[in-house]
């Protein structure tokens, strides 16, 4: 047998990620997160936007889960 081995690439750092590309997606998951939060905690009753019980009874279990009271 032969002692040869698989030549292995080298890693190199590439340096910090530029805030200008990370900004915009961020914003854009805590706009998601907001909204998520809006629909478990607070869609019911007098904010709520779609009328009905639907969105609320969808998000039921969550809602009791992250210990928001709804009944």
Do not use: K
Not at 14 to 22: D, N, T
Not at 23 to 49: C, D, K, R
């Amino acid at each position: 047998m032969s002692d040869l081995t698989a030549a292995r690439p080298i890693s190199v750092p590439v340096g910090p990620i530029p805030v200008g590309e990370v900004l915009p997606w961020a914003v854009f998951a805590g706009l998601i997160l907001l909204l998520a939060v809006y629909f478990v905690g607070a869609e019911q009753g007098a904010t709520s936007l779609f009328s009905g019980s639907y969105v609320h009874e969808f998000v039921h279990d969550g809602r009791h889960l992250l210990g928001f009271p709804c009944h």
